[in-house]
C-alpha cells in the first residue's frame, strides 16, 4: 500500500486548507484512514479517522473545525481544515490499516505534509 499526501502550506490564522492522501497499491487489505500530525518536539498524535461504516473519530481540539472524508471511487481520503490555529502547525500524516473489532492497527504511512499557520 503506497499513500501520496498533498496540500499542505501556510495559511493565516483562521484560514482554511484541505489535505488530500492517494491511496494505491493492494488498498483490499485496508479498510481504515486516518490523519495524524507531529509537531516538533511532540508525538505524533491521531487527528481524524474514518471508519469502515463512515463512523469518525476527531481529536477534541479539530471537533467542529476539521472534516474527515474519502471518495472510494478516487482511493482518496481528504482532511478540510478550516479556522486553522497556529497551534495546528505540525507535519501531517496520512495513515492506512485495518480495523480488528474495536482496535485499529495503522501499518502503512504517506512522506507528511507540512502545515503552518501564522498568527
Known amino acids: 500500500v503506497q499513500l501520496q499526501a498533498s496540500g499542505g502550506g501556510l495559511v493565516q490564522a483562521g484560514g482554511s486548507l484541505r489535505l488530500s492522501c492517494v491511496v494505491s497499491?493492494?488498498?483490499?487489505?485496508?479498510?481504515?484512514m486516518g490523519w495524524f500530525r507531529q509537531a516538533p518536539g511532540e508525538q505524533r498524535e491521531l487527528v481524524a479517522e474514518?471508519?469502515?461504516?463512515?463512523?469518525?473519530n476527531y481529536v477534541g481540539s479539530v471537533k467542529g473545525r476539521f472534516t474527515i472524508s474519502r471518495d472510494n471511487a478516487k482511493n482518496t481520503v481528504y482532511l478540510e481544515m478550516n479556522r486553522l490555529k497556529p497551534e495546528d502547525t505540525a507535519v501531517y500524516y496520512c495513515g492506512a490499516g485495518r480495523s480488528f473489532g474495536k482496535t485499529v492497527t495503522y501499518d502503512h504511512w504517506g512522506q507528511g505534509t507540512q502545515v503552518t499557520v501564522s498568527s
Open positions: 474514518i471508519l469502515p461504516d463512515n463512523s469518525t
Open positions: 497499491g493492494s488498498i483490499f487489505s485496508i479498510n481504515v
